[in-house]
């Protein structure tokens, strides 16, 4: 069987490296891609995940899961809802009242709720959010231990000039 040509082989290395960086490329896009992750649940599935987050004090877990389920699937009502009691467990009551808003606008009838539980959750949403941020009482701790440290502080002043003078007379 006769050699390829020096011309011959020039020619298929020339055409091959950029050949192998393509598919070098591509095989490496593949694999690196999202689509081979794990999907994001159902909207119907993720409320039992998010309050199992929830009870276990896995705020910031309950938060990715419903960020995945929200962002594979924008239109749906229950994902928004399932958000909303995450956000008001969280203590963001204005950022819950805005999911509950979109929900009930994208499913008015919102029948994956009973009606009793939904009407008490959005009662207490718009409680929360026309009673404000809580206030901290910090600043009066902060005020109650200044007074109490300077008044031990001239306690002790005055027990320590006292037994100077005694021991001075």
């Given amino acids: 069987m006769a050699q390829p040509s020096d011309d011959v082989v020039s020619i298929m290395n020339r055409i091959n490296k950029p050949l192998h960086s393509f598919f070098a490329s591509v095989i490496a896009a593949v694999l690196s891609m999202p689509v081979l992750a794990a999907p994001s649940p159902a909207p119907e599935s993720i409320q039992a995940v998010v309050e199992a987050d929830v009870q276990a004090g896995r705020f910031a877990q309950a938060d990715r899961a419903i960020a995945q389920v929200l962002a594979a699937h924008p239109d749906s009502a229950q994902a928004h809802d399932v958000d ?10 204005p950022l819950a ?18 009606a009793d539980v939904l009407q008490a959750f959005a009662t207490r ?45």
Avoid: N
């Fill in 84 to 93: 909303a009691h995450l956000l008001a467990d969280e203590g963001k009551w």
């Fill in 125 to 169: 949403v718009q409680q929360q959010v026309q009673a404000g941020p809580v206030k901290s009482s910090s600043a009066g701790l902060i005020a109650l231990a200044s007074a109490f440290i300077l008044t031990f502080v001239y306690i002790m002043v005055g027990i320590f000039r006292a037994r100077k003078r005694q021991v001075g007379s």
């Fill in 97 to 114: 009242q805005a999911e509950l808003q979109r929900a009930e606008r994208l499913d008015p009838r919102m029948e994956f709720e009973r």
